[in-house]
């Protein structure tokens, strides 16, 4: 452990409880937690502690890894009073009522055994719906490959009437593969020579058309001559339009006439010439027709010799062929095509053969996989239900536990305790009604409300308080706690009760103490000097024993309660670290309020190095206006005359903000100083953090005056 005041505290805390709560918040080894640089590694820390118990002293010895236990160990742990917990109940707005006041009262390890127990049930949860899905979804595979297994057995049952595996044997459909590659190419060169048949048969036909057309204009003119004749004539009668006898016979003629006869005989010419001329041109196709359909034949006569074995007789001859062999060409390639549809239904049923085999043993192996499933359902479903269980039993357990905690606390108690230390002119509240709802043990709830003084009116606690106002709740809460247990013990430790309260309600908490102080042992620490000399003054002299805590070493000053005091660093540097660290995460709020603290800290550390004189009427309240209607800067510029420019500058920066208006005005509880709730102005990010700086220089400065 370390040296100081709140080790100290954690020492006792440990000793009497076994558990250090530090070193829960830190997450660090708890042995680790309890050496310090002055314990040697190898021994073993330890705390012992003397107590009057029936009148009789006795003392406890706590060692680490001991298994003994305090014989009061388990009412020790609400005697410890930690500010920090009163801290988050005020700061950590974004937390629910309920776990607020569960945090306040020491209960966060239920707190975060609940939030693992729900998250290990959240957990459970999703596994089990996703084994759920995979359930789903291997029945619902499982279905479509039976249904799949059902609809090929039909096929089989339609198509195959002999035994399955030896009709689609593997070896077999090597065979007919291959037979019926052969029938397809087979089947293609018969289209081929039947069409190649038609083609010739049809240009026989044409050729036969064409010559016999050219013998009947051979029959009437020998050509050659006749054109010669006739474009010689065609030529003359073009070019001399007047001739009106014959050149030949000397018979007179009409030109005209002549004419025509001459285009008409020349175009008969031309037919005949063109005539001959498609005439070669079909027996050029035909001899080609011949070649190509020779070639074909002899594949076919082959690919029918290789799928019969026996021969194929197709003669192609240059002349008129018999028509017969298209027909017979047509019904063989009929009976080939018979035969490859037949092996093609084969094959494919064979494919579909083995799918179903696939599927056959895809589907066992599913049902395998399901059973398994099933299986694992079933453990993942009992331990889910098992957790759910055990989840609402500790749900309602722990709801009770809080639920019946703060029921036993007078709320009678906690007011008057509230009242004490928040004494004001403006004090509003009768009494406070903290009410816990544990009817859904999933959100149990809390109503905390107030009744307003002489109106009877009930009202939302929270829309009344400022965040001071919550700390002393806090406090009040936990004391009260300690009073209405019948069987607590005798002490209650406080670690810097004024760490986080404003210098308005230090001055009542110190004269509530005194009246605490006369009914139980206080063990109180503090870094704060002023509160330490103003708390020495207040408890009766006889019953005060201070101690300084400093390096590992403890002197005492002889008296007989407990003050811790520590020589730190001033404490004003504490807040302003505490407020850098709010405004960091946007927490203005908090950054604020510490902001102020860190200001309140050096003014009043100003006010007792130059001894200032305040008027007041009761001695436990001293505001900022108190120390600014005393002339508190006045009396520093007499003090310090030398830098009476430079005190009279750093005051007017100070006054020059918004904040430090309203603060050295006198600190009224209005909108501008008490602002936590939305309801109410606010300060920017950038204003806060300007004020953090500000206080930070001023501070500075300050501690240079000296």
């Known amino acids: 452990m370390e040296q100081g005041k709140s080790s100290f505290l954690d020492a006792i805390e440990w000793c009497l409880t076994g558990e250090v709560e530090e070193s829960k918040t830190r997450r660090v080894d708890k042995r680790e937690f309890l050496i310090n640089k002055f314990c040697d590694k190898k021994d ?18 706590r060692k680490v890894n001991s298994k003994t236990k305090f014989v009061f160990e388990d009412l020790a742990g609400d005697h410890f009073i930690d500010t920090k917990r009163i801290e988050n109940f005020v700061i950590d707005t974004k937390q629910s009522l309920w776990d607020r006041f569960s945090t306040l009262l020491g209960f966060e390890d239920l707190i975060e055994f609940d939030r693992r127990l729900r998250k290990l049930k959240n957990t459970a949860e999703k596994k089990y719906q996703e084994i759920t899905e995979k359930l789903r979804q291997q029945e619902k595979e499982l279905e479509g490959l039976e249904n799949r297994m059902a609809e090929l057995r039909g096929k089989f049952k339609d198509s195959v009437e002999e035994d399955l595996e030896i009709k689609l044997n593997e070896e077999e ?99 005949i010439i063109n005539l001959k001329s498609e005439i070669r041109k079909i027996n050029n196709s035909i001899e080609q027709k011949q070649q190509s359909l020779l070639e074909t034949a002899e594949k076919v006569k082959n690919l029918y010799f290789h799928l019969y074995k026996k021969e194929l007789n197709i003669e192609i001859s240059k002349e008129e062929f018999d028509r017969n062999l298209i027909s017979d060409l047509e019904t063989i390639k009929e009976d080939a095509r018979r035969e490859s549809d037949a092996i093609n239904e084969i094959l494919r049923l064979s494919q579909e053969w083995g799918r179903y085999k696939e599927i056959k043993q895809n589907s066992e192996k599913s049902k395998i996989s399901k059973e398994t499933l099933e299986t694992r359902m079933k453990v993942v479903k009992k331990i889910y239900d098992d957790i759910c269980d055990f989840y609402e039993i500790y749900r309602r357990k722990y709801a009770e536990r809080i ?102 309600h230090r001055y009542n908490l110190i004269t509530y103490l005194r009246e605490l102080g006369s009914q139980y042992q206080l063990i ?77 800290t050096v003014l009043f550390s100003l006010a007792e190095k130059v001894n200032l004189k305040i008027p007041y009427k009761r001695i436990h309240k001293i505001t900022i206006k108190d120390l600014m209607g005393a002339k508190l800067k006045e009396e520093l510029k007499n003090y310090f005359q030398d830098r009476s420019n430079e005190i009279e500058m750093e005051f007017q920066k100070l006054s020059h903000h918004r904040y430090f208006k309203s603060l050295l005005n006198g600190f009224p509880l209005d909108e501008e100083v008490h602002y936590p709730h939305e309801e109410r102005s606010s300060y920017t990010v950038k204003e806060v953090k300007e004020v953090i700086e500000t206080i930070k220089n001023f501070a500075q400065f300050v501690e240079s005056l000296a």
């Open 44 to 61: 073993a820390p330890f705390v012992e502690i003397i107590y009057v118990h029936n009148g009789q002293e006795e003392s406890f010895c």
């Open 173 to 271: 459909n090597r065979s007919r593969s291959e037979r019926f590659k052969k029938l397809q190419e087979f089947i293609i060169n018969l289209d081929g020579i039947i069409k190649e048949l038609e083609e010739k048969m049809n240009l026989d036909e044409k050729l036969k058309e064409y010559k016999s057309k050219l013998a009947n204009a051979q029959e009437m003119i020998t050509e050659v001559e006749i054109s010669e004749v006739v474009n010689t004539a065609y030529e003359y009668f073009k070019k001399t339009e007047e001739v009106t006898t014959c050149p030949v016979c000397g018979q007179p003629i009409e030109y005209y006439d002549v004419l025509r006869r001459l285009e008409n005989l020349k175009e008969n010419l031309s037919k």
């Open 403 to 504: 639920a019946k905690e703060l029921e036993n606390i007078s709320k009678n108690e906690v007011t008057l305790i509230y009242n004490k230390i928040n004494q004001s002119e403006n004090e509003v509240v009768d009494t406070f009604i903290i009410e816990p709802d544990i009817g859904n043990i999933e959100e149990p709830k809390i109503s905390f409300r107030a009744v307003i003084k002489g109106t009877q009116k009930v009202v939302d606690a929270l829309s009344i308080l400022s965040t001071g106002h919550l700390r002393c709740l806090g406090f009040a809460l936990l004391v009260a706690r300690i009073k209405s247990n019948p069987n607590s013990l005798n002490f209650i430790a406080i670690d810097d009760p004024i760490y986080s309260i404003d210098h308005e």
């Open 524 to 600: 109180i620490t503090t870094s704060d000097r002023v509160f330490y000399d103003i708390i020495k003054h207040q408890f009766n002299g006889n019953s005060f024993k201070p101690y300084n805590t400093s390096f590992g070493s403890i002197s005492n000053c002889q008296n007989t309660e407990v003050v811790l005091s520590i020589d730190i660093k001033p404490c004003y540097r504490s807040y302003i670290e505490k407020a850098e660290e709010y405004s960091y995460i946007n927490e203005i709020r908090a950054a604020s309020l510490y902001a102020r603290l860190a200001l309140e």
